[in-house]
């Protein structure tokens, strides 16, 4: 049995079918672990979607900013933007099924066993396991609730920035949105920077990744992320795994199997031409 966690997918279905070929994955003994943004930008958003879908107990996969972003845009407070590629879900047949099991996804998930956990960007630097999940179990608590309209209408938004300085829930559950779908670099005191998102040899030198910030309470325990496409080759960061490589932006979709930290990849045709070229 073996468990491979797949980078960000953002609506390239092919590529994963053909990833999924190349691990020889096999349904009936292993196992996916999907870094979030499941959906938008690509060319096949609701097919991925279904797809991870009907793998049913053979794939986690936790909630991304795109993921995110097209709950927002189900449930009123969000319009789907240029770029993106909703559409089809948002008028598919099957689109509350689909919205349903999407907005029951976690946003951080622990194996003990295997002693690895899963997000999409990251883990605030000053949050032990036990904080993250308390803070993850309290906001997907909300997103599953009986009004989703309420909690989407106030989830989005930067001002909550800084672990310490959240007096209400809702303030506390942005937060918590933020750091696990949002999240790339930190001030010296914590705060997020929702900016910047140059490689870290190009940014801002007051800001530092999250997975760098000295003193990290996590730094002993792996986690494995997606989310920062352009933050260079699929390696260990202080225990922590960036394997967003890029798919969409014609790079790689890259798998990570957890039990030995072997890395696989397959090269992705261009879906999307980043702006800057």
Not at 166 to 186: E, K, L, S
Request: proline share 6%.
């Amino acid at each position: 049995m073996a468990t491979y966690a797949i980078g960000d997918l953002q609506g390239c279905l092919d590529p994963l079918e053909a990833l999924l070929e190349r691990v020889r994955f096999d349904p009936a003994d292993d196992r996916i672990w999907f870094v979030g943004d499941l959906v938008n930008r690509g060319p096949q958003s609701l097919e991925a979607l279904r797809f991870v879908r009907d793998l049913g107990d053979r794939a986690i996969t936790v909630l991304g900013n795109h993921d995110i972003h097209l709950l927002g845009c189900w449930f009123g407070s969000r319009v789907a933007r240029g770029r993106d590629t909703l559409e089809p879900i948002l008028h598919a047949e099957d689109g509350d099924e689909l919205i349903d099991w999407l907005r029951r996804r976690p946003l951080l998930q622990h194996d003990a066993a295997l002693d690895w956990t899963l997000v999409h960007a990251g883990i605030h630097p000053h949050w032990t396991l036990e904080q993250a999940q308390t803070a993850a179990r309290e906001t997907e608590a909300a997103m599953r609730a009986d009004n989703p309209e309420a909690f989407f209408s106030d989830i989005f938004g930067n001002e909550s920035d800084h672990p310490l300085e959240n007096p209400t829930t809702i303030d506390r559950q942005r937060f918590a949105v933020n750091v696990f779908t949002r999240m790339r670099y930190c001030h010296a005191d914590g705060r997020l920077d929702f900016a910047e998102k140059r490689t870290p040899a190009n940014a801002d030198p007051n800001l530092t990744p999250w997975f760098a910030v000295p003193g990290r309470a996590m730094a002993d325990r792996r986690i494995v992320f997606g989310h920062w496409s352009t933050l260079g080759p699929a390696v260990p960061r202080g225990n922590a795994w960036g394997i967003d490589q890029g798919c969409l932006w014609g790079h790689q979709l890259t798998a990570l199997r957890l039990e030995d930290e072997a890395l696989f990849a397959v090269d992705c045709p261009a879906a999307r031409i980043p702006r800057s070229a």
